[in-house]
């Protein structure tokens, strides 16, 4: 004997709060009936057999019209009553927080209810742009700030660090979108809005974390102030859609090399919370600390090498005029401080990066003094002469780094107006280094 199959009722149209047991479409559904509740084919629309919606008999019809004025945005309350202005307020009336709700007021849309996990945000933060900018940064952007050093660091290990610490997600997401700004000029403006909106926040998240450094967070500050220098730079590029090179000048510059000064506060840091080791070294991210080049990779770099004989003839110089008394002997000791830590991270970085420009032009900064950047703040000739030659170092980095692209030129722009005899000298060596590099010695 065949098995009999039970019968059941398809519901198309059925009551919202029990279509899935097969409404019987009756208003009201037997189903609500019996758990003795309130049946949605008594108060909302219905849908027809080919999934549009019709609206329900015309007395429980709801639209702007009858519904309580309280219940509406004040934009619906002065709308037009045209159809296509009561089909987008329909709409708008559909997304109402329950919190606008007079307590006494049923709830008109219970199913959404449990979808509602906070209240609705303003829309000021589109998470649709976030999550294409750090699907950018993990396919496109790791890549141009890692040049194939660590790029599993890069890639996953920072992102990853980046979930836990909201400051360092949002300086991610701000170095990704100055880089899609730089890749698509035409939407330059948008996504400099973005990265700028991210970057303020990621600094307002680094300043408290600098405050109260702990062996949790140094691991994603170090990152995140490395960003910090990539954004700040990026964010100060020539204007190239202007057909100038209208760019960033020496003020911009001293601004790069404060915020970039946060990094030696978490270096120092990570090795004062635990004496027995360099916490950073020992953490995630501890490869971006150790050499990336070996005897058998390492290669000459003559330019850097003339530059570091520049250097050493131009803290001469400062010792004569000293003995001549045309330099102040404080003033003098202040700026060899920072020849000779200039001279040191050059001579590191060649022995210990495969991109040593780019490490000399992130590592100087770090440990620059308070007292040469209130020179550099008082236009002291001969403090701006040695920024001079750390242009001609940014400017070797040009041609790999997108974000420090045209810095070299505008700042050596600025400084050929400052300078005078004859510290004058200087920016024209630099700004010849700049045309004719393999000319200079």
């Not at 830590?341 to 001579?347: C, K």
């Not at 991109?355 to 236009?379: C, F, K, N, T, V």
Request: glycine content about 4%; hydrophobic content about 40%.
């Amino acid at each position: 004997m065949p098995r009999l199959r039970l019968g059941y009722t398809k519901s198309r149209t059925g009551c919202l709060r029990c279509k899935q047991r097969r409404c019987d479409e009756n208003r009201p559904c037997r189903a609500c009936v019996r758990h003795g509740i309130e049946c949605s084919l008594m108060t909302s629309s219905v849908y027809s057999d080919d999934g549009s919606c019709s609206p329900a008999p015309r007395e429980q019809v709801i639209t702007p019209n009858n519904l309580p004025q309280k219940l509406l945005p004040q934009a619906l309350v002065q709308a037009d009553t045209s159809a296509e202005s009561s089909t987008a307020a329909s709409s708008n009336v559909s997304t109402l927080s329950l919190a606008e709700s007079s307590p006494a007021t049923p709830d008109r849309f219970p199913y959404f209810a449990k979808f509602i996990t906070e209240q609705p945000q303003d829309g000021t933060a589109n998470w649709v742009s976030d999550l294409e900018m750090l699907h950018h940064y993990t396919t496109e952007t790791y890549k141009t700030v890692a040049l194939g050093y660590r790029l599993n660091i890069w890639q996953v290990q920072v992102p990853k660090l980046a979930f836990s610490h909201v400051f360092l997600l949002h300086q991610l997401l701000a170095v990704s979108a100055f880089h899609l700004a730089y890749l698509h000029p035409d939407n330059r403006q948008q996504y400099s809005l973005q990265a700028s909106h991210h970057q303020s926040l990621a600094i307002q998240g680094i300043s408290v974390a600098l405050q109260c450094i702990t062996t949790e967070n140094c691991h994603a500050l170090f990152p995140a102030a490395s960003f910090l220098f990539v954004g700040a730079l990026a964010a100060s590029r020539p204007d190239e859609l202007a057909g100038s090179m209208q760019g960033p000048i020496m003020d911009n510059l001293i601004d790069v090399f404060l915020l970039v000064r946060g990094i030696k506060s978490v270096l120092d840091a990570s090795k004062v919370l635990d004496t027995s080791k360099d916490i950073i070294k020992e953490g995630p991210l501890g490869d971006l600390l150790s050499p990336n080049v070996t005897d058998e990779t390492r290669e000459p770099n003559p330019g850097l090498e003339r530059l570091t004989g520049r250097l050493n003839k131009f803290s001469e110089r400062l010792s004569v005029m000293e003995a001549e008394g045309q330099l102040d002997e404080a003033v003098r000791m202040v700026i060899e401080v920072e020849i000779a830590s200039l001279i040191r991270a050059i001579q590191y970085a060649i022995q210990n990066a495969a991109s040593p420009e780019h490490q000399i032009m992130a590592s100087w900064p770090i440990g620059m003094a308070d007292a040469y950047i209130g020179l550099l703040r008082q236009r002291c000739q001969p403090a701006v002469a040695l920024v001079a030659y750390y242009c001609v170092v940014m400017h070797a980095t040009e041609p790999k780094y997108w974000f420090s692209r045209g810095w070299s030129f505008c700042v050596l722009r600025d400084l050929e107006t400052l300078m005078s005899p004859p510290w004058n000298q200087d920016t024209a060596w630099a700004l010849g280094w700049i045309a004719r590099p393999g000319e200079m010695r």
